[in-house]
DNA sequence: GTCATGTGCAACCAAAGGTTGCGGGATTAG
DNA sequence: CTAATCCCGCAACCTTTGGTTGCACATGAC
């Protein structure tokens, strides 16, 4: 139900731009924080930061190779990733279903009463 | 495919006491500032912050009554973020599933051939 | 009226995302 | 081998965002 120790890879996957860079690493096959740069709206030094979060929970790991930084996405934890997306998102729904049951009963018995 | 339109109510929900506050006003039918700040680890003031973003992106709308505030979930809003959720957690699934047939085939050729 | 309570507004702080500038290895050209 | 180049990391700085404290205003209780 709570979503507490898993905020820091809800966090990671919250912002836009590492969406993006997750998106593009997974169809092209990994990427420099140089080349990632140029597909994205920010400058290589911001990718490289944002690199570094995903790093650090996890998301990517990098292969040092010659004067370049190869970074591949860890497909495993992106799937724990996702699967806390939907997690997250079935409860709400769950929820949100449960509210509308609840409604509908009272609408019913005021349907009755009334 | 792609989440750019969405960045808006993503990153609402991207906050982990944004997610706590609609936990909250969902498991207790709504709830002031007040009411939610005793709830959570941060001041009234910061919750009210957190409200207004809510509130601007529509996931929850307020009702005057009195000096308080009542907030509650717009649940046709919290829905469709539901729904983007689980629009990008599948697209992700999805091209993990095809990462993973074409490493097969790979390693299949690769067999063969070897 | 008076007192308490809930809100809103403003100022101030710290962290995160972003930029520019610079210096240091690896690679390629000469 | 030397020089030019390319990619990278580090540091300084700016802006936005989440958080706090302090205060003024309005509403409900007495």
Redesign the interface.
Known sequence: MS??ID?EL??AV???IR??M?DLL??GGGGTATTLSEQLPVTRQAVAKHLGVLDRVGLVHATPSGRERLYEVD?AQ??RA?AQ??S??AA??A??RR??RIAEAIQRAQEQQG
């Open positions: 979503t507490a905020d809800w966090s919250g912002d836009p969406r993006r997750l997974l169809s497909e992106l799937a996702v997306l939907s997250v998102g709400w729904d929820r949100l509210i509308k």
